[in-house]
């Protein structure tokens, strides 16, 4: 039976609940309505809003096989106040006290920093000597996550440590010029850090909230806009082959007294570039190490005359016209002058020959390949030229990348009427020649040159490149007889021994391009020298370029043979090509 005093003392705590619900109530209600609904009209000034940048991850360069060519990671700049040490030296500051003396922390951050306690101490000491009050002393810039770590975990309020956002390439100038840099802004300059600056550019995001009187943050106010980092881009480079080649050829550069040298490899069934190996190469860690020329890159920003490389383009020209074929054969001094007054010599003196093509290729002859050449009309020549990518950048687009020149054959004079039947009076890149042999070695089916795989967007998506469908540019004949023409360069040229790769079958022209003097001649005595092949030459896989500029031990191309086979035989070795299964047909005649 419930009494009347309990039913009382229930009474009383119920009204003082509900006397407190109200209370509250009340309390709440004018909250929201002061921080949330009219919060704007308690803010003291417009400019006390805040905005903190979120900053976003620029992607990652990888090779065909994922290992990292360039990475954004965290540096941390550190950094000390001075005032603060003092004031807590001399019993002026109690709050956040440190656990240890200055003498003593400063001997465990120079430990972690990579300094002297009294190199730290001194950076204090120089700060109050300047400023009695200063509270900005940078210590040590660069530092590590691992470092950071070391520091924060001092617990020293005197000690603040900056993130800052870098690119590091861990393989330094392996595909270097291949790769680019930044600036100091964090602009991308060269190479694939600026082709590809679309996919790999991070968006920022932002954290904002509004302040109120005293600066208190405003609750409900604040707003994020996530970050979005950057994509991955995946090169068709090899990394591991790339940085032998670079090896090699510095090498083999350095041996012949030469300026520069590249290597070049492309496969032939897709058009990749698989190793563009260049000397000097730019480490984008330190691009102050080499010459400023070196920053862009050698294989697409150079445009030279190709010289006799380009003599079997001039084959597969006449041979697709059915002008001749490789047993053709031409009547060649080792000088001639032609009916238009034009001059031809050959690069050594000869009796009369009676050249077949296959012949004017293995010794070169500039006055057979000019008598062959102008078996086919001028226009006619120039569009074979075009047809192989002479007088256009590559579909790849590389950035300071040259399209070479070629001029309009109704201005050609007597001299290149003749000159361009073997190298002369029009330029390409290395990266052109690349792709000239390309079509060669696929039959005929030329296909666009590509240096990128895929863009992969920080969700995971993948952007696959569009693969070239290739064009038709020569019969699939065509393109067999000259290669069977190159094997037997390969064979029966000057450099045989030299550039054979036991146990396969190859293909190969060599060039000895002169350099002009930007006076309408040429330098003397002063080349660029080149050597292009493919293999196994029955049935192409990749094509390989290498070039050397200004070579002074050797002159000629066979400056280039070493470095040729030393390639090509690695290359071989690396994507495990089987050898020649064929035996090399019937040699060709040189003389009728």
Known sequence: MTTRATRGTRRRTVVALAVILTVLSAFVFRLVDIQVVHADDHIADSNLGATRTIAGARGDIVDANGTVLALGTLVYDSILDPKLIQDYEEQKEKNRKPSMPWAEASERIAEIVGMTGDQVRGVVAAALAKDRNSQYAPLKNGLTTDQYLELRDL??????????????????????????????????????????????AAT??????????????????????????????????????????????????KRQGAKAGTVTVVEVETGKIRAAAEWPSVDPNDIDTVDQKYWKSQIFSNAWEPGSTFKAITAATVIDQGKATPTSHVTARSRETFPNGAV??????????????????????????????????????????????????????????????????????????YTTTFGQAFTVTTAQLAGAYQAL?????????????????????????????????????????????????????????????????????????????NNGGYKKGVYFTSIVGMAPVEDPKYVVVVTLDEPTKMRTSAATAVAFQQAMTQVLKTYRVAPSSEPMGELLPKFD
């Not at 039959?443 to 040159?449: A, P, R, V, Y």
Request: glycine share 12%; aromatic share 6%; net charge negative.
């Open 344 to 417: 031809i010599n050959d690069p050594f003196p000869h009796p009369v020959y009676e050249y077949t093509l296959a012949g004017a290729l293995i010794d070169s002859s500039n006055v057979s390949l000019s008598k062959f050449g102008t078996l086919v009309d001028p226009r006619t020549r120039a569009d074979y030229l075009e047809r192989f990518g002479v007088g256009e950048r590559t579909a790849i687009g590389f950035p300071a990348e040259q399209k070479g020149l070629i001029n309009d054959p109704a201005k050609w004079d007597n001299q290149t009427l």
């Open 441 to 517: 070695a696929n039959d005929g089916k030329k296909i666009d040159l590509s240096l990128v795989e895929s863009c992969t967007d920080a969700d995971g998506t993948v952007h696959e490149v569009t693969v070239s469908a290739g064009e038709q540019i020569i019969k699939p004949e065509t393109a067999q007889d000259v290669r069977r023409m190159l094997e037997n360069v390969a064979v029966q040229g000057g450099l045989s021994k030299t550039v054979k790769v036991p146990g396969y079958r190859i293909g190969i022209k060599t060039g000895s391009a002169q350099k002009t003097d």
């Open 155 to 200: 617990n020293l309020a005197y000690l603040h440590n900056s993130p800052r956002p870098v690119r590091v390439y861990p393989n330094g100038a392996v595909a270097g010029t291949m790769v680019g840099f930044l600036n100091g802004a964090g602009e991308p300059q060269y190479g694939i850090e600026r082709m590809q600056q679309q996919c790999l």
């Open 204 to 253: 920022d995001g932002s954290s904002t909230y509004k302040r109120g009187q005293g600066g208190v943050r405003i609750p409900g106010s604040e707003r994020t806009v996530p970050a979005v980092d950057g994509g991955t881009v995946q090169l068709t480079i090899d990394s591991d082959l790339n940085w032998y080649l670079q090896q090699m050829i510095a090498e083999e550069g």
